[in-house]
């Protein structure tokens, strides 16, 4: 490996999908020995781009080189004859199978497998970057980080020289995420090139090299990355100034809107995924709920729309104007909808939650509002003035509102999907994971929709994966580990570390 021929370099390279063009005469180049991010919106080609490099996909024109030298990747396999590894956002991992066991899977070998000199070369390559893992525990018995972290040394035991993260930190703590650069950073000592995706530009900033600017599939530029900051970079993909700043106001005339008592659920084997939660939501504020991944935050907010049943304690809503309380225990999810209580859940297949793929805008608008619709015929003027607000509002890509929104990116989905919760006028709005996966623009056009929500007295009840941003947007915030309340503190004069360590105990402070 040599520091001055390039690690990779990318020369003209177009993928189409039909008429939608993803990448366009791309031009790019990673070395040896450093860290490469890559900022762009969403639908931006990013992570197209970064399946050519790793052969899931094939360009069709262009040209790739690895070490000065044209190479044809069409495939995984090729890719790792050329030492390049992806490590993907969605683990591809079996939870039965140890990490050794995953780590050597589908490699080609003559005969029987040596499970334990695979075991003691995983220990070498751990020692040798740092890395915390047994070889011989299973998935299943993982947290988030361990199974990252196998991941990440199977294409290290595939001996790759360049490696490709997409998304790496979205479900870290800020310890782990701590961890993974500082293990990165003597990747790029060691000679490594790396290649990471990731919205969360204070990361880009810590941990890069250079900066490589993609905006609608073309190539803007690459920055060197002390000589750049957010706002440079944000006019970048966006191709215009954007105001990052969260605004966030005192909460005014905070009233009691959903109180959260002893609240305790289980899962269908009948362990504990909720234990003895007591909380307050008020209206005007924005609650954050921070945990690690897994920690109950989605059972929390399930159970409150009705979704997940309850085995001990209760939660009461407080009807705005009346004071008339609610126990919405005993209400069907329809029935909570139908006081105001909306949840807005950002799942990972946003698909799958809410939205009919191949249904346009309009349509899925109907779905939600018109449950009680008379005769064969539905009138299509009020969702479809909604469906054109949330377009026009949140700057939905889309051909038209008719368009199945399948052929949406993900990121513009999400849009379709919170600002349809949003138009729905609640009382208390539930948003979990709004900004999953969204660019920094769409980000913050969400933050400022929910701070609109709060200032017109909604209770808006927020979890999110940022902490930089929970703590930048909330008022209050819930710190929930393994189904426990870890502690309630005052977002702005709490500390990022303070939350993390609180995100990692067990118990009740």
Do not use: W
């Amino acid at each position: 490996m040599s520091a001055k021929i390039p690690a990779i370099e990318l020369k003209n390279i177009t993928k189409t999908f039909g008429k939608v063009v993803a990448n366009k005469d791309v031009c790019l180049t990673v070395n040896y020995g450093e860290i490469l991010s890559i900022l762009g919106e969403n639908g931006s080609g990013k992570t197209t781009l970064m399946n050519m490099i790793s052969g899931i996909y094939y360009p069709d024109a262009g040209q790739i080189l690895v070490g000065g030298k044209e190479v044809i990747i069409a495939s995984p396999k090729d890719a790792f004859k050329y030492k390049i590894g992806m490590i993907h956002q969605h683990f591809k991992l079996v939870d039965v199978f140890t990490a050794t066991e995953n780590i050597i899977l589908g490699l080609e070998n003559q005969g029987r497998y040596d499970l334990k000199a695979a075991a003691e070369r995983v220990r070498e390559i751990s020692e040798q970057y740092g890395f915390e893992i047994d070889p011989n525990q299973k998935i299943y018995e993982m947290s988030v980080s361990q199974k990252q972290t196998v991941e990440i040394i199977k294409v290290l035991y595939r001996g790759a020289d360049i490696l490709i993260l997409d998304e790496p930190t979205a479900v870290l703590t800020p310890q782990e995420t701590a961890k993974l650069f500082t293990i990165l950073r003597k990747m790029k000592e060691d000679g490594k090139a790396i290649i990471i995706i990731t919205h969360k530009m204070h990361e880009v900033l810590s941990l890069s090299d250079k900066v490589a600017v993609l905006r609608k599939g073309e190539y803007i530029g690459t920055v060197n990355t002390a000589e750049t900051d957010e706002s440079q970079l944000t006019e970048m993909m966006v191709g215009k100034k954007v105001s990052l700043n969260i605004h966030r106001s005192e909460p005014k005339n905070p009233e009691e809107r959903l109180i959260v008592a002893h609240l305790q659920c289980e899962n269908r084997e009948g362990n504990k995924v909720l234990d003895d939660l007591c909380f307050t939501a008020y209206s005007g504020e924005i609650l954050g709920i921070a945990g690690i991944a897994g920690s109950g935050q989605r059972e929390l907010l399930e159970t409150i729309a009705g979704l997940h049943p309850i085995t001990y304690g209760g939660i009461q809503y407080i009807t705005p104007g009346s004071g008339i309380i609610e126990n919405l225990r005993d209400k069907t999810p329809l029935e909570i909808r139908n006081l105001g209580v909306r949840l807005s859940f950002v799942p990972e297949d946003r698909l799958g939650m809410g939205l009919v793929g191949n249904m346009g805008i309009t349509d899925n608008m109907m779905l939600r509002s018109y449950r009680m619709g008379k005769g064969l015929f539905l009138k299509k003027k009020e969702p479809e003035s909604l469906a054109d607000r949330i377009i026009e509002q949140l700057e939905v890509v889309t051909p038209g509102k008719a368009t199945p929104v399948r052929r949406l990116s993900g990121g513009n989905v999400q849009k379709v999907l919170v600002g349809r919760e949003i138009a729905a006028a609640p009382t208390v709005l539930m948003a979990a994971y709004p900004v999953r996966g969204l660019d920094i623009n769409s980000s913050y056009m969400i933050y400022n929709l929910l701070n609109e929500q709060k200032e017109k007295g909604v209770a808006v009840i927020f979890v999110g994966e940022d902490l930089d941003v929970l703590l930048e947007l909330c008022d209050r915030i819930v710190v929930v580990g393994q189904g426990r309340i870890t502690g309630i503190v005052d977002a702005r004069t709490t500390t990022k570390e303070e939350v993390g360590l609180l995100m990692t105990k067990g118990g009740r402070k």
